[in-house]
């Protein structure tokens, strides 16, 4: 169900894993996070990731308990790219199967925050005149901060 | 033997990703051990930073800890997500 993989991989053929799995859900929802061609300033060639294993599947694995604990997911799925890709490359994919689709677009919206901002990964964009290690951004925090906000409003 | 390893941008400081060595008797906690590379490595402070955390036998670590020859020890610098 977690699954870091320094491979390329197909979503769609993921999703029609994942369907099968779920056999029996009335709502799947799945994401798929690509490598953008460029980031704010300037054109990006590669990207490479690096994570700790196994501290960042145990994080990983700690958020999805989490999602499945808030709430009524039958299923889920996470798969991350390590190491080294191209722009359009499938960095992430995330599915989440339940009895109605609100569950699941939640948890799935909830497993990606997650992703972006707490989850053990170093990131290094290379474009034609840079190579830099991505520092996080402020308004990742903030949608991760938006899931404490809703418990306590 | 120790065994250190430096992620993302620290690899590109150090020169190196992991180093096995063995720490010289005087590095007993990580405060010791962070100052001690620091130095060896020319890193012009870089591995003092408290944004930079450490983690040993794949645990992160409120510090000071105390370290071990035989401890896997990671400089993780802040997590930029995937």
Redesign the interface.
């Known amino acids: 169900m977690i699954d870091l993989t320094d491979q390329p991989f197909d979503p769609a053929e993921s999703l029609r894993a994942f369907q099968v799995q779920a056999a029996g859900a009335g709502a799947i929802v799945s994401f798929t996070?690509l490598v953008r061609p460029n980031n704010t300033s300037s054109p990006v060639t590669r990207l490479y990731?690096?994570a700790?294993s196994?501290?960042t599947e145990r994080g990983i694995e700690a958020a999805a308990k989490d999602a499945s604990q808030r709430w009524p997911i039958s299923h889920l799925t996470i798969t991350?790219?390590i190491g080294d890709m191209g722009p359009g490359d499938p960095?992430?994919f995330v599915a989440a199967a339940s009895a109605h689709r609100r569950a699941a677009f939640e948890a799935a919206d909830f497993l990606m925050d997650y992703?972006?901002?707490?989850?053990?990964?170093?990131?290094?964009e290379t474009g034609p005149d840079h190579a830099t290690?991505?520092?996080?951004r402020l308004e990742?925090y903030r949608d991760s901060a938006r899931w404490t906000q809703k418990e306590h409003p | 033997m120790a065994k250190l390893?430096f992620?993302?941008?620290l690899a590109?400081i150090t020169g190196q990703t992991e180093q096995v060595l063995d720490l010289p008797a005087n590095i007993a906690t990580t405060a010791d051990l962070r100052a001690w590379l620091d130095q060896g490595h020319a890193c012009d402070g870089v591995l003092l930073e408290t944004s930079i955390r450490l983690?040993i036998n794949?645990?992160?670590v409120h510090e000071p800890a105390d370290v071990d020859n035989h401890d896997e020890i990671?400089f993780?610098?802040?997590?930029?997500?995937?």
């Open positions: 996070g990731l690096q700790y196994p501290m991350h790219r960095i992430v992703l972006k901002t707490e989850a053990i990964f170093w990131k290094k290690w991505i520092e996080p990742d | 390893i992620f993302g941008r590109d983690a794949n645990d992160i990671a993780m610098p802040p997590v930029g997500g995937g």
